[in-house]
């Protein structure tokens, strides 16, 4: 019974912690976090374009050395 009340007091103990300490972040404003978001879907979609020409190039590459269809 001694350590459910010992769990039940540490967990309280963190979760008032916790809201101490999200109380110090510094947190996005709205234009930042559309910004920071944009910046990210852009890069994404660079990435993707960049990966998808590095590969298609390397299954023609690999297609012919097997003499496959691909």
């Known amino acids: 019974m001694l ?3 010992q ?3 540490s967990l309280v ?4 912690e916790s809201y101490v ?4 972040v510094t947190w996005l ?3 930042e976090a559309v910004a920071s978001t ?3 879907v852009i890069l994404i979609i660079i990435m993707s374009i960049y990966i998808g020409i590095i590969d298609f190039i390397l299954a023609k ?5 097997l003499g496959g269809r691909v």
Not at 21 to 24: D, S, T
Request: glycine share 4%; net charge positive.
């Open 13 to 16: 103990r963190f979760i008032k």
């Open 29 to 31: 404003s709205k234009k």
């Open 7 to 9: 769990g039940i007091d």
């Open 21 to 24: 300490e999200l109380k110090k």
């Open 3 to 5: 350590s459910i009340k």
């Open 38 to 40: 944009l910046v990210v």
């Open 61 to 65: 590459i690999v297609s012919l050395f």
